[in-house]
């Protein structure tokens, strides 16, 4: 287990937040639940069927069972979803239908303060966890955006904070323009210094440093850079940096020797998504790093989406960075 995942867990246990985990027929979500009770991390809600749950043979005492076709809550939350939705023009009956869907039932537990965040996404899309969360929880105050970022920890690594980054957006926004790339590089600032409790140094990543290649791409960069630095003055922040210039110290003062950030960077905010996509999942499988994520930034309360190729291992890594966010929504 690497010092972050257990500053993560320490710093859960610390303040149990209870979290809701909709995917209660998924084996790997029964296995990391079984973890974060025994270790006392967070207190669960857990949605589906009670017999199936109880026949997995998992140790799950301590955690809510419910099953959202039979709960109590049905109605109460059905009429609550409605009053939130009707000028969009859902009706009371179509609110009770999203009832029967455990992702609606369990960002409206976050919404009614019976669960402090919720984490999904082993057996269901991003799009579909992150539907609900939009339309019922909506964005944190202050905040435009909605994006997303991995904590990548790489193994045997002299660069970042010990190994420690940050990559964003690897999840969500598919081509963000120079004003969106310049608020998912705030948001991923924020979300560094809220987990790490140190200063993030963020670096813009292009194929282009300081001006060595003139065209689109690159300027898209150079101006999101300019604006995040005009929305977070007191953030270490530059681009356009290439990766080995960002995090490398001797190539990045060889190519940017007045840059605040190259050769020290420890949150990578990519030009795209594909660039982002690609470039956790290669650090993932040749670096053998770990991969925490995708943890979503902005919105107002914490809700993250898991891979579906996800390890119990990485449930239990989510549910411990969901309480810490819960924790600092509430502070």
């Not at 207190?43 to 997995?56: F, Q, T, W």
């Not at 029967?100 to 039932?105: E, N, T």
Request: proline share 4%; aromatic share 4%; hydrophobic share 45%.
């Amino acid at each position: 287990m690497s010092s972050f995942l257990d500053s993560m867990i320490s710093r859960a246990k610390a303040d149990r937040q209870t979290i809701v985990l909709p995917e209660g027929d998924d084996a790997r979500t029964l296995e990391a639940a079984e973890r974060i009770l025994a270790e006392g991390v967070a207190d669960l809600v857990i949605l589906g069927d009670a017999e199936r749950i109880a026949a997995s043979g998992r140790a799950l005492e301590g955690a809510r069972i419910v099953d959202v076709r039979t709960s109590e809550l049905r109605d109460e939350l059905a009429e609550a979803l409605f009053e939130l939705r009707r000028a969009k023009g859902m009706t009371l009956e179509q609110a009770r239908e999203k009832m029967d869907d455990v992702l609606y039932f369990g960002v409206m537990l976050v919404k009614t303060g019976r669960a402090d965040g919720m984490v999904a996404g082993a057996c269901h899309a991003t799009g579909d966890v992150l539907r609900p969360c939009l339309q019922i929880l909506k964005t944190a105050p202050g905040v435009k955006l909605v994006s997303s970022f991995f904590v990548m920890v790489v193994p045997n690594c002299e660069y970042g904070q010990n190994g420690t980054f940050i990559f964003s957006d690897c999840g969500l926004e598919v081509q963000p323009d120079a004003e969106r790339l310049a608020h998912i590089a705030v948001g991923s600032a924020r979300s560094w210094k809220a987990l790490m409790g140190t200063e993030p140094v963020v670096a813009l990543m292009s194929h282009s440093t300081y001006g060595s290649a003139k065209n689109d791409d690159a300027a898209k960069v150079v101006e999101a850079a300019r604006i995040a630095r005009e929305l977070a003055p007191d953030v270490a922040l530059d681009g356009e940096l290439q990766a080995d210039a960002a995090i490398v110290p001797s190539v990045g003062s060889s190519k940017a020797p007045d840059s605040p950030v190259a050769g020290r960077a420890n949150v990578l905010v990519f030009p795209d998504l594909d660039a982002g996509n690609i470039g956790y999942k290669l650090v993932q499988r040749l670096a053998k790093a770990e991969a925490y994520g995708p943890i979503t930034q902005g919105i107002a309360a914490p809700v993250n989406d898991l891979s579906r190729g996800c390890s119990a291992d990485d449930i239990v890594g989510v549910i411990a960075i969901t309480c810490v966010q819960a924790q600092g929504a509430k502070a």
